[in-house]
């Protein structure tokens, strides 16, 4: 369990920081190809950083399941999906 709470934490950051990356990028270069107007990032949200993580966590469970070649490791894609789902109805209520 403990893995699961470092890898989600991994992914929250190392995935916002790759899409504030790679919008700062394309706007050195003349485009951006996104911004978040309320955001102090501009390029990234924090309200983003949820779905970073529950992503590469259902890649982690995906491959997972693969290299075991069970479908057990699945149960949790449908957690994190459950999680994604709760938290971006939030953000729709809130906003």
């Not at 934490?9 to 050195?28: K, M, P």
């Not at 399941?65 to 953000?91: C, D, E, N, Y």
């Amino acid at each position: 369990m403990k893995i699961y709470v470092f890898l989600y934490l991994l992914f929250c950051l190392v995935g916002a920081g790759l899409e504030w990356c790679y919008g700062a990028f394309w706007d050195l270069v003349g485009v951006a190809p996104w911004t978040y107007p309320g955001s102090p990032l501009h390029y990234t949200s924090l309200e983003m950083l949820p779905l970073w993580g529950a992503g590469g966590l259902i890649c982690v469970f995906i491959y997972r399941s693969a290299t075991q070649r069970s479908a057990k490791p699945l149960a949790g894609v449908i957690i994190a999906l459950a999680l994604a789902t709760l938290w971006i109805s939030l953000f729709s209520f809130v906003r």
